[in-house]
T-cell receptor, first 115, second 109 residues
């Protein structure tokens, strides 16, 4: 089973709202990732969690706050977002923490619209 | 610095072949290929770990020339299901994948 699940599938929020995106995997993977993808662009890495610890933050604005409560779960907390933050947010996981040898498996994504 | 893919778009008829190229100015530890259909998640196709490595899966194969930091994805006897955006991505040692800009492949009946 190589499934990564994400909820919700779609989210519409105002600029003053607080919302959260959720990602789950039950493959025993030790690394989890958040990516942002704008239309017709490649995914851009936001955060990497390795063994439940934040290992990479790609200079993401503080209005995005990641959390990894356990090895199977990854959240992305959203607060005071801007319309330009509207995008597809993808979660991925990999068995280990070295992308040179590990495959990342992607979830279906959350389509976020900020009004 | 992201890998550069060429061509940007390809249009094929069913049964035709295509090659998508990926090159990097940075040394790559590995090359990963993904296909993404509209509105869906990227789906892993294959990973090439060593220079000169070639891999194949049914009618889709790939090669990696480590010396030139180039990889190519070969699609033979294309099917309608091959349509989508193909991304190559370069792997580093610390968990980061950098994706190319993508190649849009359209297969017509």
């Amino acid at each position: 089973d190589t499934e990564v699940t994400q909820t919700p599938k779609h989210l519409v929020m105002g600029m003053t709202n607080k919302k959260s995106l959720k990602c789950e995997q039950h493959m025993g993977h030790r690394a989890m990732y958040w990516y942002k993808q704008k239309a017709k662009k490649p995914p851009e890495l936001m955060f990497v969690y390795s063994y439940e610890k934040l290992s990479i933050n790609e200079s993401v604005p503080s209005r995005f706050s990641p959390e990894c409560p356990n090895s199977s779960l990854l959240n992305l907390h959203l607060h005071a977002l801007q319309p330009e933050d509207s995008a597809l947010y993808l979660c991925a996981s990999s068995p280990g923490t070295r992308s040179s040898t590990d495959t990342q498996y992607f979830g279906p994504g959350t389509r976020l619209t900020v009004l | 610095q992201q890998p550069v893919q060429s061509p940007q778009a390809v249009i094929l008829r069913e049964g035709e072949d295509a090659v998508i190229n990926c090159s990097s100015s940075k040394a790559l530890y590995s090359v990963h290929w993904y296909r993404q259909k509209h509105g869906e998640a990227p789906v892993f196709l294959m990973i090439l770990l060593k220079g000169g490595e070639q891999k194949g899966h049914e009618k889709i194969s790939a090669s990696f020339n480590e010396k030139k930091q180039q990889s190519s994805l070969y699609l033979t006897a294309s099917q309608l299901s091959y349509s989508g955006t193909y991304f190559c991505s370069g792997g580093t040692s610390y968990g980061k994948l950098t994706f190319g800009q993508g190649t849009i492949l359209t297969v017509h009946p």
